[in-house]
């Protein structure tokens, strides 16, 4: 009987004494709690500003803010395509760059034809160091450029490691996804500044987000890609020129873009049409200066934040392993 009533007089002192510890934790966590309600909150109405009110609200033409023609680079991927064809149906006018007509050729002469905008295709072989930029310059000489559109060259349907790799290849995509963009940039910039408007999107890919086993090169030069348009934003947004990073997640490709190397993918809706991205996209403009461009896409992208570095790694190798 003594020992229990030790006991007692015992578990009463420690809850005595431990009783500041209990509330200050209790404090800590109603913090934390709270915390992330309002992060929470915070997000949603980020989402709701971002990819709902400006489709439901209309705006001002994108002709009005930002110009009557726009250079896109990179038009043979389906996204970069649908983005064209989205600026046209506003009814602003193409110029293709590409290294290869025949990708682009029929892309351009169907959206003169379907939105009466004027098309120009400009062969630029950017191996060729500078001389390259000579045919560009004379397509922009005398049109209000009002966009730049670089989209990220995309190639490997699987994964695939560095020492894989053919050298001409990987320095191929390091001149594309990098170098040719930056140079875009660089030619387009002057008369955007000298019109105090004008709108730079480099659309790359999710895949900047988290290091993928086997993607060594797109995380890289789309990590490149995402991080010069936030710094090109910041530099350049107190002079009219909003620059925008698109990080698309996946991409749902029709039977005619798939082949032997680049399996289709279903549509869903986390995989949308690039025609649906693009819509969504383009609606962003203006509003977001790193946005996935798709809400859906969104959500995908907030529940990655969540998962810690080391899961991730982790799960994409078991992935990788078990296909």
């Given at each position: 009987m003594?020992a ?9 002192e ?12 209790a404090?800590?966590g ?15 109405c980020?989402l709701?500003r971002?990819?709902?009110?400006p ?54 002469a169907s959206?003169?034809?379907s ?7 400009v ?14 310059k004379?397509?922009?000489?005398g ?15 699987s994964?695939?490691?560095l ?7 990987l ?22 500044v000298?019109r105090?408007?004008?709108a730079?999107?480099n ?15 797109l995380?890289a030069s ?5 991080h010069f348009?936030r710094?090109?934003h910041?530099?350049?947004?107190g ?6 990073s698109l ?10 873009q798939s ?9 869903g ?5 690039p ?24 959500l ?17 190798r078991?992935f990788?392993?078990?296909?």
């Amino acid at each position: 009987m003594a020992a229990v009533d030790s006991f007692q007089f015992l578990y009463r002192e420690i809850s005595r004494s431990c009783s500041v510890y209990f509330e200050t934790l209790a404090l800590v966590g109603a913090l934390y709690t709270a915390s992330r309600a309002v992060i929470l909150l915070r997000d949603c109405c980020t989402l709701v500003r971002v990819h709902f009110i400006p489709r439901m609200i209309p705006s001002r033409r994108l002709t009005q803010r930002y110009g009557d023609w726009a250079v896109i680079y990179g038009a043979s991927e389906p996204v970069a395509k649908a983005y064209a064809e989205e600026l046209a149906r506003h009814g602003i006018s193409i110029i293709f760059v590409t290294q290869d007509h025949t990708s682009v050729r029929d892309t351009a002469a169907s959206l003169s034809q379907s939105y009466g905008v004027e098309t120009v295709v400009v062969l630029a072989d950017f191996s060729l160091d500078q001389t390259a930029s000579k045919p560009i310059k004379e397509a922009m000489r005398g049109k209000d450029i009002g966009f730049l559109v670089n989209c990220v060259d995309e190639p490997l349907a699987s994964p695939q490691s560095l020492i894989e790799m053919p050298e001409q290849r990987l320095l191929d995509l390091v001149n594309k996804n990098v170098a040719v963009a930056t140079l875009m940039t660089r030619l387009v910039l002057p008369g955007m500044v000298e019109r105090s408007r004008g709108a730079v999107v480099n659309i790359s890919s999710g895949a900047c987000c988290r290091p993928l086993p086997g993607r060594v090169t797109l995380t890289a030069s789309t990590g490149y890609l995402d991080h010069f348009s936030r710094a090109l934003h910041l530099e350049y947004s107190g002079k009219g020129i909003f620059v925008q990073s698109l990080i698309p997640f996946q991409i749902a490709s029709s039977g005619q873009q798939s082949s032997s190397t680049t399996p289709s993918s279903r549509e869903g809706w986390f995989a949308p049409k690039p025609e649906v991205y693009a819509r969504h996209a383009i609606s962003t403009l203006g509003i977001s200066n790193r946005t996935t461009g798709y809400w859906p896409h969104t959500l995908q992208y907030g529940l990655m934040r969540c998962i810690p570095e080391w899961i991730w790694v982790l799960g994409s190798r078991v992935f990788i392993c078990s296909s």
